[in-house]
């Protein structure tokens, strides 16, 4: 299998971690695809995903499956036995999907739109407004705070374990750094947390 990402991006290294932690990383051929220089703008690119983003991972039938989640459930799926990461009954399932959504929708897409309209990383093909951007980053930021409170006597985010939520929450954290925002001991639940994530493995891949 083929998994088309660009390495320094967010959301393929989310599929990364969660490919190195189920010990399945040597499934995948990685093919690097240059955002600054819009190779996913191409149209040979576009026949792979149509959306025109990364990651996309091409099955070994020539089959294409876009989107983070869409991906680690494919894997998910296909190897049980590995560690299991998105749960093993339906209230684990229901709890970590929430988590997820909870990080993807505060964290993620907030950092996301800081970094896009607060810089001129996209300026080619978008009108950045800055003062979204700012609102954005404001957002995330409380959302630190959120989980300094819940992570407090916990080592994991969700049902007392290691999960996609804790994979996702890291990677979202770490790309916090492109709008200045970086965990320190003023959250010392949330640092706690950052820097024993920080030292897995998967964290390094």
Known sequence: MKLYEMAKAPNPRRVRMFL?????????ERIEIDLSK?????????????MQKVPVLELDDGRFICETTAICHYFENQYPDSPKLLGDNAN???????????????????????????TDYF???????????????????????????????????????LTVADINAFCSVDFGK??????????????????????RASAKV
């Open 123 to 161: 300026k080619h093909r978008m009108q950045p407004i800055r003062e979204w951007g700012e609102h954005n980053i404001k957002e995330a930021e409380r959302f630190f705070d959120f989980l300094d409170d819940q992570l407090e006597g916990k080592d994991f985010i969700a049902c007392g374990q």
């Open 20 to 28: 190195a932690e189920k010990g399945l990383l040597d499934k995948v």
């Open 178 to 199: 492109v709008v200045n925002l970086r965990v320190d001991e003023s959250r010392p639940n949330l640092f706690r947390w950052y820097q024993a994530m920080k030292q």
């Open 92 to 118: 684990d399932k229901a709890i970590i999907e929430q988590w997820t959504r909870w990080v993807d929708f505060y964290l993620f897409y907030p950092i996301g739109m800081g970094f896009q309209h607060t």
């Open 38 to 50: 819009g190779e996913n703008l191409s149209d040979a690119f576009k026949a792979k995903n149509p």
